[in-house]
Every structure is written in structure tokens, then in C-alpha cells.
Nanobody, 115 residues
Framework: QVQLVESGGGLVQAGESLRLSCAASASIASINDMRWYRQAPGKQRELVAQITSGGYTLYADSVKGRFTISRDNAKNTLYLQMNTLRPEDTADYYC?????????RGQGTQVTVSS
């Protein structure tokens, strides 16, 4: 089983940046699929970004060019660099890992972007 703990959320103004981190309790080197999702109040969960063990990345159209997903296998940590934040990026952000025979999710970290 893998435990995931997100950090790095907070309150920022539009145009500012944040970097989210997701620390895993086990090695992520063998986890092929890691993702960031977000969910805003009253809205459905949205896939923000995805990264495979081979470095392939995928982004939601709404964040392309502004967000960057990365992983540090040596530190067992997933990251999401978020630049030029917008009020519509306000949501709870969750880290997901699909591997070790299951799907694991962290408790989330809140991001609030004021206009």
C-alpha cells in the first residue's frame, strides 16, 4: 500500500505561482502512472496532469503552458509547478498513484487564487 501526502497549497493572487508536492511512502520508481486531479466546489473532479515512469506527460487544456508535472523518483515525490495562476484554478488538488496493484489518493491540498 502507498500513502500519499500533498503539500504546498495556499492562498495566492492571480498571476502568482505555487508548487505542489506529493510525498509517497513507498518507492515511486515502479509506479508507471501518477496524476494530479483537482475538484472545485460544486464541480466534477478534473484531471489536471499525468506523468508516466517514462516521462510522458499529459495536461488538461486549461493548464497547458502554465502547469508542469514532474517526478523525482529518488525522493519519491511528485510535483506540480503552477504558474500564472487564475481564479478558476481554485480547487482542492489531489495526488494519485496507480500501481502496486491499486489506486491511491492523497488527502488533498487546497489552492485558492484571488482576483
Amino acid at each position: 500500500q502507498v500513502q500519499l501526502v500533498e503539500s504546498g497549497g495556499g492562498l495566492v493572487q492571480a498571476g502568482e505561482s505555487l508548487r505542489l508536492s506529493c510525498a509517497a511512502s513507498a518507492s515511486i520508481a515502479s509506479i508507471n502512472d501518477m496524476r494530479w486531479y483537482r475538484q472545485a466546489p460544486g464541480k466534477q473532479r478534473e484531471l489536471v496532469a499525468q506523468i508516466t515512469s517514462g516521462g510522458y506527460t499529459l495536461y488538461a487544456d486549461s493548464v497547458k503552458g502554465r502547469f508542469t508535472i514532474s517526478r523525482d523518483n529518488a525522493k519519491n515525490t511528485l510535483y506540480l509547478q503552477m504558474n500564472t495562476l487564475r481564479p478558476e484554478d481554485t480547487a482542492d488538488y489531489y495526488c494519485w498513484a496507480i500501481g502496486y496493484g491499486g489506486t491511491y489518493r492523497g488527502q488533498g491540498t487546497q489552492v485558492t487564487v484571488s482576483s
